[in-house]
């Protein structure tokens, strides 16, 4: 049996009084659980010296536990001002979380509290026996290696018991030094599917598209240019628009978590690191259920993969969840991710489009028509950039510029009832508004239809995208005639 050198002077006082220490704990232990002895309030005075390296000298680690067996490397070198990096052999391009560090650093250069018991003949119910305990062996680089196993934790769990390969020597060393050598490979890997920039650093999404099998079209949200300018919408619309299934305007609020949410995903769990493709297969991302793609100005493009939704139920409370299994090309990790956070599984365009039918902002107009069946037609004209330099004519004759502008503005408060992407365009045209900016760079053309007595169906470019009220158009030819008596204020409401 090799002993612990626990001082130069009065090393021997303290192993005796360490003696009686251990008997103390040993005689409180009045049950059959062999975890329970309790650990002495007062410590040892001076704690005893297991390992003194340097943690960039930790070139791997050897960790076979109750859950795993697998090999922590050192994949790049570090010094006294430079972290070294470590990673699970055969995942070295995976990401880690912060405990997997915690491995080498702990364990380096690490001290025991006290000796529990020093000719240990009973190691199973400290928890160091072979069938129990964790076996670990960090391998240095000057070609030394340190073996030890852990054990149960002691008695209000601040302490651990541990020993060293082949010793029979039970010593109480810190639980935060130990309790991570019980993890299985994969609970280091971290479960951030793509990280966040930071805010400085926040690229543009140029473009988001979703596909999956219950769709039988391609939902897409692209970048606005002109959704930066302030002047252009005042904070009604977001920076992207739905360009499929139908144009329209997307909502603030409900739409930035699909545009961006990408950023900052996190799974529930790791599935698989490193799947092979019996693996992309059996969990559905072999031919996946949904894709969603997201391309940015910064140059990177993110493709995710996801599977069909999986139901689980809870045996005791009967209360079931859904979950995915999703794959970000370029990080080889089978992830779990919640319904929750898979938000792109089940959106619909209902859910992000906004009920405002017309946004450009006035003085990026160059033609606006506005005509009504069986009513009257405006043809307007305009050039220039602001309100002091624009011309607009109206069908042919020029027109007062801040006429033009309220009577814009009534028209940029034109919202949807409702948004419906499904009525098919099939009653009288009722009414037609097109609007094109001076560069030609957009164009919208909306047409009103009959759908029922009170109702509209609003198509955009030929497209069902909203319901209104006949009433609207009633309001709309109202103030068509109120136009050219510029001491009458325009209507902005309708019943």
Not at 44 to 67: G, H, M, P, R
Not at 362 to 369: E, F, K, R
Not at 413 to 419: F, G, K, L, Y
Request: charged share 25%.
């Amino acid at each position: 049996m090799r002993k612990k050198t626990l001082g130069i002077v009065g090393g021997l006082v303290l192993v005796v009084a360490l003696g009686g220490v251990t008997a103390a704990l040993l005689a409180t232990d009045s049950s059959d659980d062999d975890t329970s002895v309790d650990v002495a309030e007062e410590s040892s005075t001076e704690e005893i010296t297991l390992t003194e390296q340097e943690t960039y000298n930790v070139t791997s680690i050897d960790v076979t536990n109750a859950n795993d067996s697998y090999e922590v490397v050192r994949v790049t070198e570090g010094d006294d001002e430079t972290n070294a990096t470590f990673a699970i052999a055969g995942w070295e391009d995976l990401t880690y979380l912060s405990t997997l560090y915690t491995l080498p650093n702990n364990t380096a250069s690490m001290t025991a509290n006290q000796i529990v018991e020093e000719e240990c003949t009973d190691l199973e119910k400290f928890g160091l026996d072979d069938d129990t305990a964790a076996h670990v062996t960090l391998h240095f680089e000057d070609g030394t290696s340190y073996s030890f196993r852990v054990g149960n934790t002691a008695s209000g769990g601040s302490y651990t018991y541990f020993a060293e390969e082949d010793d029979d020597i039970a010593y109480l060393v810190s639980s935060s030094y130990l309790s991570n050598f019980q993890n299985a490979a994969v609970d280091f890997v971290s479960t951030t599917i793509l990280e966040e920039p930071d805010e400085d650093d926040y690229p543009t999404v140029n473009y988001l598209t979703v596909e999956r099998s219950d769709l039988d079209y391609i939902f897409e949200l692209d970048y606005d240019e002109t959704a930066d300018d302030e002047d252009y919408t005042g904070g009604m619309v977001a920076t992207h628009v739905m360009t499929s299934p139908v144009p329209a305007y997307l909502s603030p609020d409900r739409s930035t978590d699909y545009v961006t949410g990408m950023f900052g995903l996190i799974a529930e769990s790791v599935a698989v690191p490193v799947p092979t493709d019996e693996e992309m297969e059996e969990y559905g991302l072999a031919d996946p259920y949904g894709v969603v793609t997201m391309d940015c100005n910064d140059g990177n493009t993110y493709v995710l993969l996801f599977s069909e939704p999986v139901t689980e139920t809870d045996e005791e409370t009967a209360a079931t969840s859904t979950y995915y299994y999703a794959y970000l090309e370029g990080v080889d990790v089978i992830y779990r991710v919640t319904g929750d956070n898979m938000i792109w599984a089940t959106v619909e365009p209902t859910d992000v489009a906004s009920k405002l039918v017309l946004a450009t902002y006035v003085w990026n107009v160059g033609t606006l028509n506005v005509t009504i069946t069986d009513g009257d037609t405006f043809t307007f004209s305009a050039e220039g950039t602001d309100d002091e330099d624009t011309v607009v004519t109206l069908n042919g004759e020029t027109t007062d510029t801040e006429r033009y502008r309220q009577f814009y503005a009534f028209l940029l408060n034109t919202t949807a009832e409702t948004i419906d992407f499904t009525s098919e365009p099939e009653g009288d045209l009722l009414a037609e508004i097109y609007v094109e900016t001076q560069d030609g760079s957009f164009s919208r053309d909306l047409v009103f239809y009959a759908l029922d007595d009170y109702t509209c169906l609003i198509t955009v470019d030929g497209q069902a995208a909203y319901t209104c009220r006949k009433s609207y158009l009633t309001t709309l030819q109202s103030n068509m005639e109120k136009y050219n008596n510029t001491n009458e204020d325009f209507s902005s409401n309708w019943s």
